[in-house]
Every structure is written in structure tokens, then in C-alpha cells.
């Protein structure tokens, strides 16, 4: 009975494992990413001063560094994006955005830290997404895609592979 339930939980284990590691799981991964991140930062991009009323409610930047924070970061969410979702320089732009994730979860794990009342600045710059543990654990997923993206991704209906083809 016992060697039977181990078998069981080892053949559940290694269908975790191929779906984590498989190369469609990436290029969904990738899409998805792509996409969010092309959300997140078209928002920031069309709303400067509420992204930068945002970045210096958590008290992370210096003051004189929030403007120049609040105009390349949503550019650089933008750009990169859009890069992953067409797989354009696609190892590159992964490693951006999961520097992006990273650095968005220790904000937003610090605000919390700290009780800080103040609007997360992700997705919406009208104040009116508090940050909670909610958006710690969601940014801790979209982590955890990235990285998988990251390591799993073999560039699959991206102009990257069609490049190499071609070259």
C-alpha cells in the first residue's frame, strides 16, 4: 500500500516537473508576461506624475531621482514587454523583467514591512489599488513565471529563433 502511494506521488511530481519545464509552458509564460508588462507600463507612461506620486509614497528613491525613476521605469516595462511577447531579443528582455519582478516584490514586501497605507502604482496610478499581501503573493507568481520563462523558453514563435534560421 505504502509503495503504491509513493508512486503515486512520485508520477505526480514528474508531471509537475514536465509541465514546468516544458517549452509551451515558456512560450506561454512568455506571452503572458509580455502582455502584462506592456499593460503596466502603458498605463505609467500615459499618467507620469501619479507613477511618480507613487514612487515616492514608498520611500524607497531618493527625491531627486523619483522623476528620472518614474520616466525609464515604465519605458523599460514597455520596451521589454513588447520584446518578450514577439520574442525580439527575448534572453534579454527575460532578464529584465524578472530584475523588474524582483525589485517590484521587495517594494512591495518592504511596504508592507513597514504598514505603509499607500497605492500599489502597479498596473493603475488613481490610487485605488492599496497594497496588500494579495499583490505581494501575485508579484511572488509572476516571479516564479519569470524565472521559469527564463530558464525553460527555446524561442518558440519568436523572431529570435526566425533570425538564427535565416543567419
Known sequence: ME?????????RRMKIKKLITHPYTALIGRILLGAIFIYAGSGKILNPEQ???AV????LV???????????????ELVSGIFLLVGLFSRGSIIIITLLMAL???????A???????????????GIYKVTIVYFIRDLFLFALAL???????????????RKRRG
Open 62 to 76: 531618493p527625491l531627486a531621482r523619483v522623476n528620472l525613476f518614474a520616466i525609464v521605469l515604465p519605458w523599460l
Open 3 to 11: 509503495g503504491k502511494r509513493n508512486a503515486r506521488k512520485k508520477g
Open 112 to 126: 508592507l514591512w513597514r504598514g505603509l497605507d499607500i497605492s500599489c502604482g502597479c498596473f493603475s496610478t488613481d
Open 148 to 162: 521559469q520563462v527564463l530558464f525553460y523558453d527555446r524561442g518558440i514563435l519568436s523572431i529570435d529563433t526566425l
Open 104 to 110: 517590484f516584490l521587495g517594494a512591495i514586501g518592504s
Open 51 to 53: 507613477f511618480a506620486q
Open 56 to 59: 515616492i509614497n514608498y520611500r
